[in-house]
């Protein structure tokens, strides 16, 4: 297991090279729940994430022997960043696995931070993918691994955030939420927080489409998600670590999952009103601080902003994830009667004075008068919807709704 001298050991091979990021007062937030907020910056970190931490500590800890032969890692794109570095660091090759579906952003960064020292492999469609091919090519070739979070030393290296907060702050901190994928985070942080802080309530925050860790503690073991929403790439896993779950079973006070269309909007609003600019998982923890109202009233709460590693290619999604969440984005496929002006009747009668059509696709070529399309809509209030589907019913247009079929949804839009 992992122990807090491991912890501390490791903050203190880490001084002078992995800085100490701030913990602020957020006004805003403070203001909306009526608690105490502060945002533990981890977005301000070299590699812009807390991966560094526990790349850094296991990369220090091998011989002279494997870090002459060089190392494998997998990553949704963080944690590679955090092993470009340390290779580029101590001298060491790497060779880099990452799904396909990573965003360029983190890529090039990994390059970046690991110039000549590492080379990147693109493979398969989600961590899990690209984890296999990596495990697969490190035992091939009998080169050491690193784990991006089932790694005592690893979690070792999170843990130093918690050693910071407390070290930050002089008065008690009652809450602390923390972002979930593999686990490495939050199991790092128990094993501080539950030693030297034990009335502080860890939270752990999952991406709804992507709740590894929720169904492990539920099943009582890991348990491997057939299916996963990709789109928190920071925190979309298959299947936790044993010893991360292991920890959290054992010291995690809750767990709670967030929509990833609340992350979104969580995304555009602190990038509008903040000019803060954080990643889906880095917003994780404000979302669900967001989500949680007015429950910690009173409260010191720290908010764990693990990265800011978004590509801007992204803010197209992300704005349309957040607008289909805020119920002001619809989608419909609609069969137009079989008669003249049938789409002018929907355009006059159908929609609304205020109602935008963002999206209009017919699905056949020909015979567009009446053929299906796909319509999107947006909306200035959501109450506005039923009246549409009111009119649609009145004027005779047959209609799937389409925010309600997720699988045709993603066949026709996504």
């Not at 880099?96 to 965003?103: A, D, H, K, Q, Y």
């Not at 034990?198 to 073991?221: L, N, R, Y």
Request: one cysteine or more.
């Amino acid at each position: 297991m992992v122990n807090l001298d491991q912890v501390k050991q490791a903050a203190t091979a880490m001084r002078g090279v992995i800085p100490v990021t701030p913990l602020l007062l957020n006004q805003q937030l403070s203001h909306q729940s009526g608690a105490q907020v502060w945002l533990k910056r981890e977005d301000l970190q070299r590699v812009r994430s807390y991966k560094i931490r526990g790349a850094f500590t296991k990369m220090n800890s091998l011989l002279p022997d494997e870090k002459a032969v060089g190392i494998v890692c997998a990553s949704a794109g963080n944690h590679a960043q955090g092993v470009a570095f340390a290779c580029a660091e101590m001298g060491v090759n790497g060779t880099i696995f990452m799904p396909e579906t990573t965003p360029k952003q983190k890529i090039n960064q990994v390059k970046l931070f690991g110039k000549s020292w590492v080379s990147v492999e693109l493979c398969g469609d989600t961590f899990d993918a690209a984890y296999s091919a990596a495990l697969a090519y490190s035992e091939k070739n009998n080169l050491p691994f690193i784990h991006p979070f089932n790694d005592p030393l690893v979690i070792a290296g999170q843990g130093t955030i918690g050693l910071e907060l407390l070290e930050q702050t002089d008065s008690p901190i009652d809450v602390v939420l923390v972002p979930i994928g593999g686990g490495g985070l939050a199991a790092g942080l128990l094993t501080v927080l539950k030693q030297l802080s034990p009335d502080t309530k860890v939270i752990g925050v999952e991406p709804a489409g992507a709740a590894s860790m929720k169904a492990a503690i539920e099943h009582g073991e890991v348990t491997r998600l057939t299916t996963i929403d990709k789109f928190v790439d920071g925190a979309a896993v298959q299947s936790v670590g044993e010893l991360t779950f292991d920890i959290c079973k054992a010291h995690l006070d809750e767990i709670r999952t967030v929509p990833e269309g609340k992350v979104c909007a969580t995304i555009l609003r602190l990038y509008n009103e903040e000019a803060l600019v954080v990643e889906p998982a880095g917003a994780l923890t404000i979302a669900a601080l967001e989500e949680s109202g007015t429950e910690f009233v009173g409260k010191n709460v720290v908010c764990i902003v693990s990265g800011s590693n978004n590509d801007n290619l992204r803010m197209p999604e992300i704005q349309e994830r957040a607008l289909l969440h805020a119920g002001m984005k619809h989608y419909f496929l609609i069969e137009f009667p079989q008669r003249p002006g049938a789409l002018k009747t929907f355009v006059t009668q159908i929609l609304g004075p205020d109602d935008d059509i963002t999206y209009f696709q017919f699905s056949k070529k020909n015979n567009r008068e009446s053929g299906p399309a796909v319509v999107g809509i947006e909306l200035q209030d959501r109450s506005f919807l039923q009246p549409i589907f009111d009119r649609l019913d009145e004027f005779g247009f047959s209609y799937e709704y389409l925010n309600e079929n997720f699988a045709l949804y993603s066949q026709l839009i996504g």
